[in-house]
C-alpha cells in the first residue's frame, strides 16, 4: 500500500507561481509512474501531467507547468508558473505500480493505483 501526501497549495494572485508536492510512502517510489490531476468544483477530472520513463504535460499546460521527482526524497512536484483563474482546482497526485512510456496509459486517471488527498490551489483574478 502505497500512501501519498500532498502539499503546497494555496491562494496565489493571476500571474504568479506555485509549487506543490507530494510524498509517497514505501521503498519502490523510483519504479512508479506519478501523476497529477485536477478537478474544479462540478467539472470532471483533468490530466495535468505524469512523469514515468518520460514525462508528458496536458495540453492546456503549453509550458507553463513542470513536473519532476527526486527518487531520493519520494517526492513528485509539479512546478505551477503564470498561472490563471481558470488553473483554480483541487490538484492530486497519483501513482501506477510501474514505469512506463506509453503516455495513453499515463494520462488515464484509471490506470493509477494510488491517490492523495489533494491540495486547493486557487488563483485570484
Known amino acids: 500500500q502505497v500512501q501519498l501526501v500532498e502539499s503546497g497549495g494555496g491562494l496565489v494572485q493571476a500571474g504568479g507561481s506555485l509549487r506543490v508536492s507530494c510524498v509517497a510512502s514505501?521503498?519502490?517510489?523510483?519504479?512508479?509512474?506519478m501523476g497529477w490531476f485536477r478537478q474544479a468544483p462540478g467539472k470532471e477530472r483533468e490530466f495535468v501531467a505524469a512523469?514515468?520513463?518520460?514525462?508528458y504535460h496536458g495540453d492546456f499546460v503549453k509550458g507553463r507547468f513542470t513536473i519532476s521527482r527526486d527518487n531520493t526524497k519520494n517526492t513528485v512536484y509539479l512546478q505551477m508558473n503564470t498561472l490563471k483563474p481558470e488553473d483554480t482546482a483541487n490538484y492530486y497526485c497519483?501513482?501506477?505500480?510501474?514505469?512506463?512510456?506509453?503516455?495513453?496509459?499515463?494520462?488515464?486517471?484509471?490506470?493509477?493505483?494510488?491517490w492523495g488527498q489533494g491540495t486547493q490551489v486557487t488563483v485570484s483574478s
Open positions: 497519483a501513482a501506477a505500480p510501474y514505469l512506463t512510456e506509453n503516455i495513453a496509459s499515463m494520462r488515464e486517471g484509471r490506470k493509477y493505483n494510488y
Open positions: 514505501g521503498r519502490t517510489f523510483r519504479t512508479y509512474t
Open positions: 512523469i514515468s520513463w518520460t514525462t
